[in-house]
């Protein structure tokens, strides 16, 4: 499978605002370059169910054990264990649980007001869940596959222009032009001069403007207790980065919304 590369010509315009600051602006322009061939893996077979358990195999293999701490020695009595309690023993014709002391009220048990859990979370309790390495394979060449068909893209939310002709998109050569001069640049080490602008204004030429747009305005504030650990935001996906180097490109578009950079 061929698709051709996207040339890239970025024409800053220099203006003069008070103080003597610059302000830039980027016109890009996009122009299609040599053809590449792609990996077999975007030719698999889009297998949903696989792609299904791979990613809850990985999100399980993730997962943080947690669990109460034991309840011994001298240390800090735990929910539910924090009353004086007393056993009234048998023959009294009442159930056999414990007690307040000094009083009929049950307390301590799991089935009382108060009392403690009857089989909390344990430590020990292994969430890894196992996935066979022939299936993994495949699920990882059919989600390479499902990223080519745009119909499989667009219906996950995801918009672009109309002048996106096919997915995925391949980067090839990346030129500046400032004050009429023309330099070339490596397009994933290109990191100078408001590169975070004009990452965000090549994806608009590219004609993915739309679905940035998306995951900025559809940024919003999470429910539930998350927001008072540190996750109080939702953004949606946009565009998935896929770059060598670590620097760079990757780092003026790993601050855009939505956007995810793989190194």
Do not use: C
Request: hydrophobic share 35%.
């Amino acid at each position: 499978m061929k698709v051709a590369t996207k040339d890239i010509v970025n024409k800053v315009t220099q203006t003069e605002m008070d103080a003597g600051k610059l302000s830039a602006r980027f016109d890009v322009d996009v122009s299609d370059g040599s053809k590449v061939n792609l990996p077999a893996a975007f030719e698999s077979e889009v297998r949903e169910d696989l792609v299904k358990l791979a990613v809850a195999s990985s999100r399980a293999n993730r997962r943080q054990a947690y669990g109460s701490r034991a309840h011994v020695g001298k240390r800090r009595p735990m929910a539910g264990m924090k009353h004086s309690v007393e056993w009234w023993g048998k023959g009294r014709g009442v159930s056999r649980i414990m007690r307040r002391t000094g009083s009929r009220r049950g307390a301590q048990n799991p089935h009382t007001l108060g009392g403690r859990r009857a089989h909390g979370p344990k430590v020990e309790k292994d969430w890894s869940r196992k996935l066979n390495a022939k299936q993994r394979h495949a699920a990882r060449n059919a989600a390479l596959a499902a990223t080519v068909s745009m119909e499989t893209v667009s219906a996950r939310g995801h918009r672009f222009d109309d002048t996106v002709e096919h997915l995925p998109i391949v980067l090839g050569s990346y030129t500046e032009i400032v004050d009429g001069k023309s330099t070339e640049y490596d397009i994933e080490t290109f990191n100078h001069g408001s590169a975070t602008r004009k990452a965000a204004a090549i994806f608009a030429g590219l004609g993915l403007g739309p679905d940035m747009d998306r995951a900025r305005n559809g940024r919003k504030i999470r429910a539930g207790k998350a927001t008072m650990r540190g996750r109080v935001h939702k953004t949606p996906k946009s565009i998935l980065l896929v770059v060598k180097e670590k620097s760079g490109l990757a780092q003026a578009a790993r601050n855009l919304p939505g956007v995810d950079v793989v190194a």
